[in-house]
């Protein structure tokens, strides 16, 4: 689908130059000599590098379909991860190298979205807020409520993250996702 590079978005994904660009920064100029033109500043999302591209505002660019699909996440082994349809019970593998360190965030039967393209998994999408087990916390020590400070305490994913002093081992807390930072306890 043809749009003009005035609604080129952060997050966005144009097919551009024979490859699927995902859009990092958007600057759009208007100098006060010639003409309008945005400054777009995307990664391959195949090949995996950068490109720093000018159009000018009259321009249009192909924005690429992406389709998304809820699956299960069910298992990982050394090259794949493993996803179920939640509806069609039908199986799909993931290479580890377009999950990348998403992968590391999964847990059995957590709901993702996967984004096709061309019936190809591009990339996979993590709910924004997943609950996670706390294997080790350090003792909180007295005195220390005064201040905002966090500890580190290790997940049973194997991630460590910083939690308030009040979170204890056996613990189950709530993680965002996207920044890997605690939110509350459960």
Partial sequence: MKINVTEIRVG??????NDLWEVLKTN??????????????M?????NTKLNERFRSSETVEKALIEEIKY??????????????????????????????KGRMLKEDLEISI???NEVPLSITLPN??????????????????SSSYKPAKL??????QVPPFIE????IIIDTRTLEYIKKL
Avoid: C, W
Wanted: net charge negative.
């Fill in 12 to 17: 966005m994904i144009i097919d551009y130059k």
């Fill in 28 to 41: 759009h100029v208007k100098p006060g000599k010639g003409g309008a033109f945005a400054q777009v500043e």
């Fill in 43 to 47: 990664k391959s999302v195949i090949k």
């Fill in 72 to 101: 299960k996440y069910i298992y990982s082994d050394e090259d794949d991860f493993h996803f179920m349809h939640p509806d069609t019970f039908e199986q799909i593998n993931i290479k580890r190298n377009i999950v990348g360190e």
């Fill in 115 to 117: 984004n096709f393209y």
């Fill in 129 to 146: 807020q997943v609950a996670y087990k706390i294997i080790s916390t350090d003792v909180a020590l007295k005195g220390q409520t005064a």
């Fill in 156 to 161: 049973d994913n194997g991630l460590n993250v």
């Fill in 169 to 172: 081992n056996e613990d189950t």
